[in-house]
């Protein structure tokens, strides 16, 4: 209409031209299609490197960005039913994020709400920025889990050193059972046996500190990598102690890579506790760097008990000082329960990251939600200060150590070993299916014959003597083999009382 003015809002697709939707519906499925290749690709790499538990943390990426996509799409559908449902203006100025904001200012309620004179539970514009956050999240997730595990390979990349000296006569001769020695004079009894170690009290503090001044040393990892081959293998096994910890650690990048449902309530929860009068930026930025510290003096804790526990043993080792894996040095007697505990503060960080940048794009730097300077430097220093101490320091730290659970994890075996242990099973179920299948005809043909009365007669392929029977079954499997299977039968007791006819016969029928 002339003389007014159309707002770009207002306009929809009725007013728009159609090269411009072609336009940019082109330029938004190139770029899906982008992204779905380069994924593509990312998993062909990692199968053509054998890397399994890689594919399938992929695929829990795939699958947490589906699910945030389902979340998008419903606000988009239910834009218009949410902002029909109209609550108590007293009610939609509570728990509001600023302190001085009205809902008069700049929000245009439902005409459904307006005229009963109440407001929306939330405007079309409110479900249209919260689209823009969940996109932010599945960004900074799919980022913090990247960057978490490249730091964790990383640190992990200097103990292949310490692998390869495990070959070396020095170290064959550091470790000779011939050779016998105090617990206190060997290298770790020095590092843990202070005069801190037999009290609680004092041990967590320089536990807490450990963590942050080298915090994996290298007889540590001798040590520890000397009591699992113990107790898992033979005497001198030349088992590779660094792939097997990168196997376990790749597999548990599929649980950290994930959302479990109680993470989504407690970020629905951090959500609510964002409102002005909890001051939340002075308190939820730490819970993920406390946990952490935690878990990282858990950790260091759990080393630390190993040794006093080999030491109240035997004051005297032959070689060096042997450690005993077993659970109950871990919280609730499980070690992947700290596995779950940094999936939550991997989130929880990713999450506060995500939260801090979406509010600065969409509102300011200097928004209602973080008014002030405070606010921003706790945030950014904390996330940065999480992320760092986690993938460099703690998830290495717990790569190690929970290896020392009383059971091993299926990741001792390599990707080629497990391919061929399937491969064997699936022969091994087919041959006895097979077994089980002639069994049960030999068993009706002869329940028939002995209810018929009839005398029972094999020939050519079944050696009715009274010792056994042999069926062979020449069918190929999938790699080529053939499957002979022996099925041995005791007819005696089935046709005594019976007058088996052609004795000679039976002297001349062959067993194949």
């Known amino acids: 209409m002339a003389g007014e003015e159309v707002s770009s809002e207002s306009i929809t697709l009725e007013s728009t031209p159609t090269w411009a939707v072609a336009t940019v519906c082109f330029v938004l499925i190139f770029i899906s299609i982008l992204i779905e290749h380069l994924l593509h690709l990312l998993a062909k790499y990692f199968n053509k490197i054998r890397r399994m538990s890689l594919i399938l943390a992929l695929d829990k990426i795939k699958s947490e960005l589906m699910l945030l996509g389902f979340i998008s799409l419903l606000l988009t559908v239910g834009q218009k039913p ?21 809902l008069s200012e700049d929000i245009v309620e439902e005409t459904k709400c307006a005229e009963q004179g109440k ?91 450990r963590q942050f001044f080298n915090s994996v040393s290298k007889v540590d990892y001798f040590t520890l990598r000397h009591g699992f081959i113990t107790a898992h293998f033979a005497e001198g096994s030349n088992f590779d102690f660094h792939k097997y910890i990168r196997r376990a650690l790749e597999k548990d990048y599929g649980v950290v890579m994930s959302t479990s449902w109680w993470i989504w309530m407690y970020s629905v929860f951090i959500i609510f506790l964002n409102a002005h009068g909890f001051y939340n930026y002075l308190w939820v930025p730490f819970i993920p760097l406390v946990m952490l510290l935690l878990v990282g003096t858990k950790l260091q804790g759990i080393i630390t008990k190993m040794c006093l526990d080999s030491h109240d043993k035997s004051h005297v080792v032959r070689g060096t000082l042997l450690v005993q894996p077993s659970d109950h040095f871990f919280w609730l007697g499980w070690p992947k329960f700290l596995l779950h ?76 070993v497990v391919t061929g242990l399937k491969k064997w099973r699936g022969r091994a179920r087919k041959n006895l299916a097979l077994r089980s299948s002639a069994q049960m005809s030999l068993d009706i043909s002869l329940q028939t014959s002995l209810s018929l009365g009839t005398t029972l007669s094999f020939s050519h392929h079944i050696d009715a003597s009274p010792s056994f029977s042999t069926v ?23 046709v005594q009382g019976k007058q088996v006819s052609g004795s000679e016969d039976r002297n001349q029928q062959p067993g194949i």
């Open 341 to 416: 505990i940094l999936h939550f503060i991997l989130y929880q960080n990713s999450f506060q990251l995500a939260f801090f940048t979406w509010t600065w794009y969409k509102f300011g730097l200097k928004s209602c939600f973080h008014r002030e300077t405070e606010d921003i430097v706790i945030r950014l220093a904390m996330g940065v200060m999480v992320q760092i101490l986690c993938g460099y320091v703690t998830l290495p730290l717990y790569a190690l150590v929970t290896q020392m659970g009383t059971s091993m994890r299926k990741a001792v075996f390599t990707q080629t």
């Open 119 to 209: 407001v929306s539970l939330m405007s079309r514009s409110g479900a249209n920025e919260l689209q823009y956050f969940i996109f932010v999240l599945a960004m900074f997730h799919v980022l913090s889990c990247i960057l978490t595990s490249t730091l964790g390979m990383a640190k992990m990349k200097s103990w292949q050193s310490w692998e390869a000296e495990t070959r070396t006569m020095e170290y064959q001769f550091s470790y000779d059972p011939r050779r016998f020695q105090l617990t206190h004079q060997t290298s770790f009894g020095k590092r843990h046996l202070k005069c801190w170690s037999e009290h609680r009290i004092l041990r967590w503090p320089a536990c807490f500190a």
């Open 82 to 102: 949410i902002a029909n449902i109209c609550i108590p203006k007293s009610a939609g100025e509570s728990f509001l994020p600023c302190k001085s904001y009205s």
């Open 472 to 494: 062979d079954f020449d069918r190929p499997s999938d790699d080529a083999e053939h499957v002979a299977l022996e099925i041995r039968d005791d007819a005696q007791n089935v």
